[in-house]
């Protein structure tokens, strides 16, 4: 089955200080990859759409300078969490689909604490 | 307003009970998906629904797509501890670039 790897697992930074977040598609090819943020206890918010070889679709009230995204390659996306702030804390996670109706295959999630 | 209403939002039950879950919308899917997500983990797909009236099964659980494809409903008998985590559903309006989620059930079968 489709497998998606997101690394790192769980980051511990300093106010002020850049992370960066890696996707990756492990057996298969996604030109689209979707960045989600999660609060404690609620559902997914989605922050982005990351497209191979294009910018970015960023949600409204999602900022594209704070949240920077990249998607090199068909199987690499990242998320950079850029100047991080304490409110920036959260569980992030990707996503990726092989093609319509095959669902979405989720990486295990980042949980960012800034301190 | 979400596009995808899920209900309950919370549901505690004893082992062994029955539940079922709603995702309820005024739109038209051409796929709805239910997800499972333990704490501190990616969301695990559980199932896809693509045609109307489509009911299918999975061990314990029971997914229904409705006949007009704007609803879904996931039914678990006899719920065991291990059923304990937070089930989402979503519906692909178009195509897999274009997915909604609802906002999600959280479930806590007690032993």
């Known amino acids: 089955g489709a497998v998606v790897s997101q690394h790192p697992s769980r980051v511990i930074c300093k106010s002020g200080t850049s992370v960066k977040i890696e996707c990756r598609s492990l057996d298969f090819q996604a030109t689209t990859m979707f960045w989600y943020r999660q609060f404690p206890k609620q559902s997914l918010m989605l922050m982005a759409t990351?497209?191979?070889?294009?910018?970015?679709?960023?949600e409204q009230g999602v900022e594209k300078d704070k949240f920077l995204i990249n998607h090199a390659s068909l199987t690499l996306s990242t998320l950079t969490v850029t100047s991080a702030h304490p409110e920036d804390s959260s569980f992030y996670i990707c996503?990726?689909?092989?093609?319509?109706?095959?669902?979405?295959?989720f990486g295990s999630g980042t949980r960012l604490t800034v301190v | 307003t979400q596009l995808l209403e899920q209900s309950p939002q919370f549901l505690s039950i004893q082992e062994g009970e029955n539940l079922t879950v709603y995702c309820n919308s005024s739109s038209v899917f051409s796929s709805l998906q239910w997800y499972r997500q333990e704490p501190g983990e990616g969301p695990v797909l559980l199932v896809t629904?693509?045609?109307?009236?489509e009911v299918k099964k999975l061990k314990r659980l029971t997914f229904q797509f409705g006949d007009a494809r704007k609803d879904s409903s996931l039914h678990i008998t006899a719920a065991q501890p291990g059923d304990t985590g937070l089930y989402l559903c979503a519906g692909e309006l178009r195509n897999n670039n274009d997915m909604r989620f609802g906002a999600g059930t959280r479930l806590t079968v007690k032993p």
């Open positions: 990351s497209n191979e070889g294009s910018k970015a679709t960023y």
């Open positions: 629904v693509v045609t109307g009236g």
């Open positions: 996503s990726a689909s092989q093609g319509t109706h095959y669902g979405y295959t």
